[in-house]
């Protein structure tokens, strides 16, 4: 039988867990698979691990890892897949958004011989029309921008193999744009596709701060097109300039000085001031990732670790 590790990173979710278990142990009674569930809690504030421990006194079957304080939900899961301990892993948010019932789906097309399947969603229930369409942007930008191409509307939810996850703990990055990396490893890859629910319980972590923060991420760390467009529109307001220069020096020539251009002057200083600024800024973005790299901290500090027993 295959043996299956479930990687749930959970965070203030104490209306969910038992939820979650329940479903898990419905869907795996029509699949064959040894299967275990390491729940990793993110620094929860509530009652997630007092539900996890109870979930584990009654199953020997799930086991759990407590992070030292709340890191992110992408560090989280940088540490269930370093401690995780199974032929295929299969990654899945806790609320229930992403359908536990693909989860054969998934495993079957393992068994075909793909390494990793992710799970892409139709349509996004419960999300405002705002959400839906910044995330549409973003995909486009980040593609047009970077070699590796991320499957649009993927989210975490997916099934690795080992080969992968090894591959994935090698990446080691402090920046970590987890859809990026899951791409970037590479392998034989397949999506599903499948209609995303709203949240059972409990509510998102998510705000447009978080998002926009995460986009900038996302980009940074996979292409250096926002440096290059910056360099691009120096060039074109040089070049600009120049001919701009050549023009007046032959009008000053020719015609002579009529009227100090006071309004021109202005306009065209406060346009390339605010160029230099936000060049500026791209380069200020990626400096201050690379002193983040640089620090070398660990991406995460276990507290305690309670492995599943199979
Ligand atoms: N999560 C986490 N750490 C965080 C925020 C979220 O581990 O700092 C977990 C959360 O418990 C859930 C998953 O990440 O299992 C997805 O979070 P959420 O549902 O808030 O995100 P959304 O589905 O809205 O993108
Ligand atoms: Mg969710």
Not at 47 to 65: C, M, N
Not at 235 to 264: E, H, M, Q, R, W
């Amino acid at each position: 039988m295959t043996d299956l590790q479930i990687i749930v990173p959970v965070f203030n979710e104490q209306e969910v867990v038992d939820l979650f278990y329940e479903k898990m142990k419905q869907v795996f009674q029509t699949c064959d698979a040894d299967w275990t569930i390491l729940f990793v809690d993110d620094g929860s504030t509530d009652g997630t691990v007092k539900h996890i421990e109870f979930l584990q006194h009654k199953d020997k079957r799930v086991g759990y890892l407590t992070l030292s304080r709340n890191f992110g939900k992408e560090y989280a899961l940088t540490a269930g897949l370093d401690y995780a301990d199974a032929e295929v892993v299969v990654v899945i948010d806790v609320d229930l958004q992403d359908p536990p019932e693909l989860i054969p789906e998934m495993l079957d097309l393992w068994h075909e011989g793909y390494d990793v399947v992710y799970a892409t969603r139709n349509e996004r229930e419960g999300e405002t029309y705002m959400k839906k369409a910044t995330a549409s942007w973003f995909y486009r930008i980040i593609n047009s921008m970077s070699k590796i191409s991320i499957p649009k509307d993927t989210g975490d939810y997916r099934l690795m193999d080992m080969k992968a996850v090894r591959a994935l703990r090698k990446l080691r990055e402090s920046n970590r744009f987890m859809k990026g990396l899951f791409a970037w490893v590479g392998y034989k890859q397949k999506a599903i596709y499948f209609d995303r629910k709203k949240r059972v319980a409990g509510s998102t972590k998510w705000n447009f701060r978080k998002l926009f923060s995460f986009a900038v991420d996302g980009i940074t760390s996979f292409s250096y097109m926002p440096l290059r467009f910056a360099t691009w529109i120096g060039v074109s307001v040089a070049l600009f300039a120049f001919l701009y220069g050549c023009f007046i020096i032959v009008k000053t020539l020719i015609f002579g000085n009529d009227l100090p251009g006071y309004p021109s002057l202005m306009v065209v200083i406060l346009f390339l001031g605010g160029i230099q600024l936000m060049a500026l800024g791209v380069i200020g973005e990626y400096l201050g990732r690379l002193f983040e790299e640089n620090k070398r901290r660990p991406l995460y500090l276990i507290d305690k670790f309670e492995p599943p027993e199979k």
